[in-house]
């Protein structure tokens, strides 16, 4: 796994609203959630203020277990990722690869530490109480936007490749399988109704032979 930001491609930003965006992309799009009809509105809306189009001559396929897809225009170069949790719905939109996920903080909750690497596993195991479900929270978004970017989902064994974190907000990701760099992985935080809730997004660029 090679880490890279190529000198053409910015970091991923966190944005809450589309007035005033400047269209720099990658663009992580966060909101409280919505029906499903207004979230695919709202999507609309993020490609085609990036695309600078009239969303009316823009069409996003959604299908179950896959990425959100730009079918017309063919030309957009863009891809799309969009996930929901709890209070708080986020979307991507980026020239390369990109994941996004959204998850909740349930200090309550077990871990399931069998689908963890062992890395991961040390390291939660270092922390109790809240500290340990925010770790996880953002630790599980980082590694299902990873997969997400990948195009595989689920169907990847997440103990296959380790995500540590740099600082409070930026990660890596270590896989031996994947000959791609993530340019980018990161996350941040939003709190709705005493929930707390991780967005993570993973930016990655193919490696030519």
Request: charged share 25%.
């Amino acid at each position: 796994m090679l880490t890279a930001k190529p000198p053409d491609i910015g970091e991923i930003h966190f944005i809450d609203e589309l007035p005033g965006w400047s269209r720099t992309l990658p663009a992580i799009l966060i909101q409280k959630a919505s029906p499903v009809e207004q979230r695919h509105a709202i999507l609309k809306e993020l490609v085609a203020r990036a695309l600078s189009l009239n969303p009316d001559l823009l069409q996003i396929e959604h299908a179950r277990d896959r990425p959100p897809i730009v079918s017309r225009p063919l030309s957009s170069g863009l891809y799309v990722s969009a996930a929901s949790r709890g209070p708080t719905t986020a979307m991507a939109v980026s020239r390369e690869p990109v994941g996004v996920d959204v998850e909740i903080v349930e200090a309550e909750s077990e871990i399931p530490w069998n689908v963890l690497h062992a890395d991961e596993v040390a390291m939660l195991q270092n922390l109790l109480g809240q500290p340990r479900a925010m770790a996880f929270a953002r630790l599980w978004s980082l590694k299902e936007a990873y997969l997400k970017s990948l195009g595989v989902g689920l169907k990847r064994e997440p103990s296959s490749f380790r995500v540590g974190f740099i600082d409070g907000e930026r990660a890596e990701i270590a896989d031996p399988v994947q000959r791609i760099a993530v340019f980018d992985a990161r996350a941040t935080w939003r709190a709705d109704g005493g929930i707390w809730t991780a967005i993570s997004a993973v930016g990655l660029v193919r490696i030519r032979s």
